[in-house]
């Protein structure tokens, strides 16, 4: 039996993954410049598990500390896992769905309408609205409109067409990126602030924004592997889909909103974050091998662990500055899609 078929060998990797994943987390949390070790660390966070918790011994280990942990470090790596799963998700959605190597979660403009409606926020000097960061609902309703204007132009009838889809989406982005440009240049006192949103950071997370995030990635994801054995079928091609009784139109209308969903969240609590959707589900899938019902959660794994490790970059490489988290995922990413664009050349010649 191959090991792509063999579920122990899934279970074990599973496993060892979430395990890496957990060691990542106090690892990052111990990283930084308060000199906190990684034993403290351990048992901050233990003291605040349940039923074990009331049995570990912080004495010695100051309030400052503990501040620091669970209240600055703790919800900036949840955050940073929630947005790696999410746009790992839906990257692997994506790329099934237009049968693109290449696809990625921003593919369809949503984080350029994202952008301009955190632009927008930022120039009128929103704080807050209805309790919600200002920038981060303007954000979210931006990209949620993009979605629904890219899905208008693309429909055809009662279909959906990909190619037309990836056109309105690649049309609507640059439109929406002129518009940045230009509120840019008109307000010139507000562009540093607007380039590092665009650039993506998590240096305002805190556990309001995990708490916000997490009900839309965990429902999303569910769905979403609902739909796993449709996306195998899907692969076969559309016609092949629809002659097995899969209705193919209007399980793409399902996926792609609900992707457009989980992107429109990450991007409004994050700014844009490159190529996470576009590499951890390549490399997950030379893991595991093509079958989304394997696929999706282990490449929610990769993306939440390859998050925390370049978040965590993003923080300690030049103290007390920051650098954007965007930048840091493009170093690892750029690299990797010119070697698919050269694998995928090979192929063609």
Known sequence: MSFTNNKKHY??????????????????????????????????????????????????????????????????????????????????????LFKNPMADPYVLGISSGSALGASIAIIIGFQTILGVGGITFFAFIGAILTTIVVYNIAKVGTKLPTNTLLLAGVSVSFLLSSL?????????????????????????????????????????????????????????????????????????????IISSIIIAACVSVSGIIGFVGLIIPHMIRMLV???????????????????????????????????????????FGAPYFIYLLIKNKKKVM
Request: hydrophobic fraction near 55%.
């Open 289 to 331: 091998g093509p079958d989304n019902r394997v696929l999706l959660p282990f490449s929610a794994l990769g993306g939440a662990i390859f998050m925390i490790i370049s978040d965590t970059l993003a923080r300690i490489l030049v103290p007390p500055a920051e650098i954007p988290v965007g930048a840091i995922t493009s170093i």
């Open 180 to 256: 940045i440009s230009l509120i840019m240049i008109f307000n010139r006192e507000q562009v540093d602030q607007i380039v590092f949103w665009t650039m993506g950071s998590l240096s305002s997370a805190n556990w309001k924004q995990v708490f916000s995030l997490l009900p839309f990635i965990f429902i999303s994801s569910i769905l979403i592997f609902s739909y796993s054995k449709d996306l195998n079928v899907i692969l076969t091609g559309d016609e092949t889909a629809s002659s097995l009784g899969i209705e193919v139109e209007r399980v793409k209308k399902i996926l792609i």
């Open 11 to 96: 279970k074990i990797l599973f496993s060892v993954l979430v395990l890496i994943l957990l060691i990542l987390v106090i690892i990052s949390s111990t990283l930084g410049i308060a000199n906190i070790t990684f034993f403290q660390t351990m048992k901050i966070l233990a003291s605040k598990l349940p039923f074990i918790g009331k049995y570990i011994n912080t004495e010695g280990i100051s309030n400052t500390h503990t501040l620091i942990i669970l209240n600055i470090r703790l919800p900036r790596i949840v955050l940073a896992a929630l947005i790696g799963a999410g746009l790992s998700i839906v990257g692997t959605v994506f790329q099934a």
